[in-house]
T-cell receptor
Framework: GAGVSQSPSNKVTEKGKDVELRCDPI?????LYWYRQSLGQGLEFLIYFQGNSAPDKSGLPSDRFSAERTGGSVSTLTIQRTQQEDSAVYLC???WGAGELFFGEGSRLTVL | GQSLEQPSEVTAVEGAIVQINCTYQ??????LSWYQQHDGGAPTFLSY????GLEETGRFSSFLSRSDSYGYLLLQELQMKDSASYFC??????????????FGRGTQLTVWP
C-alpha cells in the first residue's frame, strides 16, 4: 500500500505477556517513529530511527520496551512483561527525512 | 523535559473562526508543526513554521513567535468536518533531518451547526 501500515490493529493480552507490534513505513522513507497515545492524551515520543544511524531511544519508558528496524524498512516494537499501564494506541510514523510525518492507523493494545 | 501547552477543548459554530494556542518549553527549537486527528484515525499534517510569522494554507493559518515560545493555529470558515483533535508539535533537533518531534496533549475542537 501507499501509506504506513501497522499490525495488529487490535491486540488484547494478559498482564505479564510479551507483545510485538509491527510497522511497515512508506517505501523510501528514511525516518521511522514510534509514539504512544493513551486515552485522551497527546502523542508520547518513544523512539526514532533515521537511516542507518543508531536509534534515539530517549523516549522509551522502561527497559521492557525495545524496538528494531530491519533493513531500513520494517520496524517492530516489543513490550516485554506487559503491564496494565501499557494499554494505549501505539502509533508509527515515517518521513522522508526533513518533511512531515505520515502516521499509520495505530495498534490498540489492551492489557488485562 | 519537553513541555507543550495547549487548551484541552475549544467549541465554535459553523462559519466561525477559532484560534488554538500552543506555548512550548523544549530543549531545542527548530520548528512548530500542527497535526489534525479525527476520532480513531491517524494524525495528519496541517502546517509547519520554522520562522516567525504567519503561514496560510487555505482555511488554515499557523503563526509562530520564537521570542515568545508561542504559536497558534487559526481555522476560518469552520465546517462540521473540522471537529477533531489538533496537536502542536516541536522539532527539537538541529540538522537536515526532522529529528525528534514532541507533541502537545491536543485540543479537542467541536464545531456546532
Amino acid at each position: 500500500g501507499a501509506g504506513v501500515s501497522q499490525s495488529p490493529s487490535n491486540k488484547v493480552t494478559e498482564k505479564g505477556k510479551d507483545v510485538e507490534l509491527r510497522c511497515d513505513p512508506i517505501s523510501g522513507h528514511t525516518a521511522l517513529y514510534w509514539y504512544r497515545q493513551s486515552l485522551g492524551q497527546g502523542l508520547e515520543f518513544l523512539i526514532y530511527f533515521q537511516g542507518n544511524s543508531a536509534p534515539d531511544k530517549s523516549g522509551l519508558p522502561s527497559d521492557r520496551f525495545s524496538a528494531e528496524r530491519t533493513g531500513g524498512s520494517v520496524s517492530t516494537l516489543t513490550i516485554q512483561r506487559t503491564q496494565q499501564e501499557d494499554s494505549a494506541v501505539y502509533l508509527c510514523a515515517s518521513s522522508w527525512g526533513a518533511g512531515e510525518l505520515f502516521f499509520g492507523e495505530g495498534s490498540r493494545l489492551t492489557v488485562l | 523535559g519537553q513541555s507543550l501547552e495547549q487548551p484541552s477543548e475549544v467549541t465554535a459554530v459553523e462559519g466561525a473562526i477559532v484560534q488554538i494556542n500552543c506555548t512550548y518549553q523544549t530543549s531545542g527549537f527548530y520548528g512548530l508543526s500542527w497535526y489534525q486527528q479525527h476520532d480513531g484515525g491517524a494524525p495528519t499534517f496541517l502546517s509547519y513554521n520554522a520562522l516567525d510569522g504567519l503561514e496560510e494554507t487555505g482555511r488554515f493559518s499557523s503563526f509562530l513567535s520564537r521570542s515568545d515560545s508561542y504559536g497558534y493555529l487559526l481555522l476560518q470558515e469552520l465546517q462540521m468536518k473540522d471537529s477533531a483533535s489538533y496537536f502542536c508539535a516541536v522539532r527539537v533537533d538541529r540538522g537536515s533531518t526532522l529529528g525528534r518531534l514532541y507533541f502537545g496533549r491536543g485540543t479537542q475542537l467541536t464545531v456546532w451547526p
